[in-house]
């Protein structure tokens, strides 16, 4: 699952232009008012959505799938950050995200944590 999500994540990086990525301090630089929100939620759903549809194709081309999403967890923009934000509050990986962390990682990892693909 680790040399996955590694993949993963230099597929990602590779495939758009990496300083068009938000990074974590972009992320909480947006704030709290109903535009940061806004913004924040259409961020993190797009990316959320991007990676869905991407693990999609490749389980279609016989890869093995990144992300089993749980179908009884509504699939939408405030549970997209909140999985993001519990992420955030409680790394997975036991230390705090890197300010400079580029958040399409964090999302990932976040999906491949809360929704693993590997049962055993």
Not at 84 to 89: G, I, N, T
Request: hydrophobic share 45%; glycine share 8%.
């Amino acid at each position: 699952m680790i040399r996955r999500f590694f993949l993963s994540i230099a597929l990602l990086l590779a495939a758009g232009n990496a300083s068009a990525i938000a990074t974590l301090a972009d992320y909480r630089a947006l704030g709290n008012d109903a535009q940061g929100q806004a913004i924040r939620d259409a961020y993190v759903f797009g990316v959320t959505t991007g990676i869905t549809t991407s693990d999609t194709r490749r389980a279609f081309d016989g890869q093995p799938r990144l992300v089993c999403w749980n179908h009884l967890v509504p699939f939408t923009p405030a549970s997209a950050v909140s999985l993001v934000e519990a992420e955030l509050a409680n790394p997975q990986l036991g230390e705090p995200w890197p300010e400079g962390t580029h958040m399409p990682m964090i999302i990932l990892h976040a999906l491949m944590t809360h929704f693993p693909c590997d049962k055993g």
